[in-house]
């Protein structure tokens, strides 16, 4: 599988997501326990080996214990796929408080982070409430960890932001805005929209940014088309951007092997036949 360039990093055109390993559903309480459950080490080991042995050689999933742990083990198995970190603060069921995001970007950097970024619900949330002070404040810590860095986010306006105010080595744009971050950063359960026109405004913005861009929720977790989706991301990645896939194998051991036969068919096929002043989005990198 060709790979391309992000912040020193090689990283394959397509990637994986950890939401699944983690229980973020986006299809309700029922699956997103159905995930926690089927998810065990030794399955989310087999996961990334499948992934490593389809070409694929980065996972994005968020910082946590269980998360860190899991990856701790596959590499000591002797998996070598590289772990772009989410950083965002620990939420507690009961009630704790919630652990400083600042402490879970050392985590994730002590653990072998390869890149390090912003959740995008947190992002969302800071930019919605003028805490511009933190989005800077997160770039000036990540930056000396020799890390890729970057910012996720759902909404375009958080991705002008960053792109005219940061030197981010990456940023991941959400095809789809399913929930308001205004009140809260977190992810929610219920109540989700997923609506074709947001996908079309991040679109717009995509094609401004000159910097590398992850593709992510381009399933709408799992609620729309999934054909379609292909479909339209032969019209808007770019030659130098990365996709993110969420892997669920109990639904379809053949999953991974589908997306990437599609995306194949639907983004690489098309690009190169395309003249090389035309693949590259805003620039060419």
Not at 199 to 209: E, F, K, N, S, V
Request: hydrophobic share 35%; proline share 5%.
């Amino acid at each position: 599988m060709r790979k391309v360039p992000i912040g020193g990093v090689e990283v394959s055109r397509v990637t994986i997501g950890g939401n699944q390993i983690s229980g973020f559903s986006h299809q309700g309480d029922e699956r997103s326990r159905e995930m926690r459950s089927w998810f065990t080490t030794d399955r989310i080991c087999d996961m990334l080996s499948a992934a490593e042995e389809a070409g694929i050689n980065t996972l994005f999933a968020r910082t946590d214990a269980h998360v860190i742990s899991n990856l701790t083990e596959y590499w000591r198995r002797g998996g070598t796929i590289q772990w772009f970190a989410q950083v965002t603060g620990a939420v507690y069921e009961d009630g704790r408080p919630q652990d400083r995001w600042q402490v879970w970007l050392q985590k994730a950097a002590d653990a072998g982070a390869s890149a390090l970024y912003l959740h995008g619900g947190i992002a969302d949330y800071w930019y919605a409430n003028g805490a511009i002070a933190l989005l800077e404040e997160f770039g000036e810590l990540a930056r000396p960890r020799g890390r890729a860095v970057g910012y996720a986010g759902h909404t375009p306006a958080v991705h002008q932001w960053v792109r005219d105010n940061t030197d981010a080595d990456f940023q991941m744009c959400c095809h789809y805005n399913p929930s308001d971050r205004t009140a809260s950063p977190h992810h929610i359960s219920h109540g989700e929209s997923w609506v074709p026109e947001h996908r079309d405004l991040m679109a717009a913005t995509i094609a401004t940014i000159p910097g590398p861009v992850v593709h992510y929720k381009v399933f709408a977790g799992g609620n729309r088309p999934i054909r379609e989706a292909f479909e339209f991301m032969g019209r808007v990645v770019r030659s130098g951007d990365v996709v993110l896939f969420g892997i669920f194998p109990k639904d379809d051991p053949d999953q991974l092997t589908t997306d990437i036969r599609l995306f194949e068919q639907h983004v690489e096929e098309p690009l190169r036949a395309r003249a090389p002043e035309q693949s590259g989005g805003a620039r060419r990198y």
